[in-house]
């Protein structure tokens, strides 16, 4: 369902995930029907010509090639460029959804001008196909951790009511197209991990306030691209820590934050991946820690769609 002024863009990236990515195109295209709509497919510089098999398979779908990988702000800001949409819709392409409700999220950004984004309920997709995402917990002010409310919990009913949440979650969120006219658009100086969080925050700074609403229900498959365990999760994560405490801290939380990272978080991940015999991801920290503290960090993606 398209039109030249559609409510909603859906933007999903695509990275040697064809597969999925027909899946998630074939339970919109199946399921919604309450509101007009676009499909935007980013492909990242798969390893096949992802988009133009997209393309042939579903004509109504806006499938952009990409000659290389931006990761997933960069893949995300190209699809923002091509939008129509009055409503962004962000998921992620190994998502699907069951039902349609997705006009839920739609009332929620209408029912105040100060919400600016809003996350649906997300669930597992395997059984027992449990919540993963009910809202984000704050980040903690020196570790930089939190954890997201109902997670691994039964869909009971338990995390059924609306609430404010400080960050948005990257799998499946909605915003109003005036906010990224605003904050500007995804930073791509993360590649990978914590850009939502900082995205969030910068919308949050702008006056924002972002919602979980359960009454829509987003279905993951959960990213098996980069691994639990893997040298590339290990090193993004470990930079971009550091990125996100010198870009949006202040202060002593700031000093505190970056040292934290740098030396006691950074020490124990590295002994114990050490004793493990996992060399690799001990040499991913040292060098996350590295980029972390001594690349720049400041760049601001304000460029608006």
Request: hydrophobic share 35%; net charge neutral.
């Amino acid at each position: 369902m398209t039109n030249n002024t559609p409510d909603i863009s859906f933007i999903t990236i695509c990275y040697n995930g064809c597969k999925d990515t027909c899946e998630l195109i074939e339970s919109l295209q199946d399921k919604i029907h309450s509101v007009s709509y676009e499909i935007i497919v980013v492909d990242n510089a798969s390893h096949e010509d992802e988009a133009a098999r997209i393309g042939q398979l579903y004509p109504s779908v806006v499938a952009i090639r990409s000659n290389e990988n931006r990761g997933f702000s960069g893949g995300n800001n190209i699809g923002i460029r091509a939008a129509k949409g009055k409503y962004l819709f962000f998921i992620n392409n190994d998502t699907y959804i069951e039902s349609d409700h997705i006009a839920c999220l739609i009332e929620r950004l209408e029912s105040r001008p100060e919400i600016g984004g809003v996350s649906p309920k997300i669930r597992f997709a395997f059984p027992p196909q449990h919540i993963q995402f009910a809202g984000f917990t704050p980040l903690s002010r020196i570790t930089l951790r939190n954890h997201m409310l109902g997670f691994d919990c039964p869909d009971d009913g338990t995390f059924d009511t609306p609430h404010p949440t400080p960050y948005l979650h990257g799998a499946a969120m909605m915003l109003k197209r005036e906010v990224i006219e605003k904050v500007g658009m995804m930073p791509e100086i993360f590649f990978l991990y914590y850009e939502e969080l900082d995205w969030s925050t910068s919308m949050t700074r702008a006056g924002y306030e972002l919602w979980y609403d359960p009454r829509c229900t987003v279905f993951h498959k959960e990213s098996q691209s980069t691994g639990q365990l893997s040298k590339l999760r290990t090193y993004y994560l470990t930079r971009n820590r550091l990125f996100y405490a010198r870009r949006n801290l202040r202060g002593f939380d700031r000093i505190a934050a970056v040292l934290y990272q740098s030396t006691i978080a950074a020490t124990k991940n590295i002994l114990t991946h050490t004793f493990k015999g996992r060399f690799d991801l001990a040499a991913a920290v040292f060098y996350g820690v590295n980029t972390g503290l001594l690349s720049p960090s400041s760049e601001k993606n304000t460029v608006t769609p």
